[in-house]
């Protein structure tokens, strides 16, 4: 039990295609994340969601669409994607512990990841 | 702005050797916290180790520990009696408590039987 679950593993989808992605935390955490990994390039943060509420949208093209329904659950949304947005799409979840003043979170807890290829 | 470097695109270590991955940053918060995560080939990123910047003590789990040098702004991990279980990509990462986490480009560990 990894305590966040992505599906699919993996997808292939052509540029006309719309499909979503799905990430599960079972962690009771509050806040959860879209990453995107690309080779050789440093985690790119793409969405962030703190209950519930969208917080963060890190100029991500409006090809990706986010969704997050409760806190457990945190879709991501796919329509016309380009090649270059093959890569590896990781999620994670967070527990904001942060008090009045405070903004700690704990550390990211991430899911396997979905390998996207764009063809 | 808050970056992170690592330098080493790839390392090399003999099974039970010593290994030191290496990572600088630079922030202008007083207050933030450092990590150095593992990710197999399972891709799963996992939390090696974690440490608090206003903690002068270097954080330790088991075989993996850190060398933080705040004035120089580094955070360099060591992993001891290396394990071809360690093999994995290593990132470190950065946050100021804010739901931005920043990572670096990542070391790729190779062990050696």
């Known amino acids: 039990e990894t305590g966040v679950t992505q599906t699919p593993r993996h997808l292939v989808m052509g540029m006309t295609n719309k499909k979503s992605l799905k990430c599960e935390q079972h962690?009771?955490?509050?806040?959860m994340y879209w990453y995107k990994q690309s080779a050789k390039k440093p985690l790119e943060l793409m969405f962030v969601?703190?209950?519930?509420?969208?917080?963060e949208n890190n100029s991500v093209p409006s090809r990706f669409s986010p969704e997050c329904p409760n806190s457990s659950h945190l879709f991501l949304h796919l329509h016309t994607l380009q090649p270059e947005d093959s890569a590896l799409y990781l999620c994670?979840?967070?527990?904001?512990?942060?008090?009045?003043?405070?903004?700690?979170?704990?550390?990211?807890?991430f899911g396997n990841g979905t390998r996207l290829t764009v063809t | 702005a808050q970056t992170v470097t690592q330098s080493q695109p790839e390392m090399s270590v003999q099974e039970a050797e010593t290994v030191t991955l290496s990572c600088t940053y630079d922030?202008?918060?007083?207050?933030?916290?450092l990590f150095w995560y593992k990710q197999p080939p399972s891709r799963q990123m996992i939390l090696v180790i974690r440490?608090?910047?206003?903690?002068?003590q270097n954080a330790t789990e088991n075989r993996f520990s850190v060398n933080f040098q705040k004035a120089a702004k580094s955070f360099s991990l060591k992993i001891s009696d290396s394990q071809l279980g360690d093999a994995a990509m290593y990132f470190c990462?950065?946050?100021?408590?804010?739901?931005?986490?920043?990572f670096g480009t990542g070391t790729r560990l190779k062990v050696l039987a």
């Open positions: 990462a950065l946050t100021s408590g804010t739901y931005k986490y920043i």
């Open positions: 994670a979840s967070s527990q904001d512990m942060g008090l009045t003043g405070s903004s700690y979170n704990s550390p990211l807890h």
């Open positions: 962690l009771g955490h509050n806040a």
């Open positions: 922030t202008s918060e007083s207050d933030y916290y």
């Open positions: 969601y703190n209950f519930k509420e969208q917080t």
């Open positions: 440490q608090e910047a206003y903690k002068q």
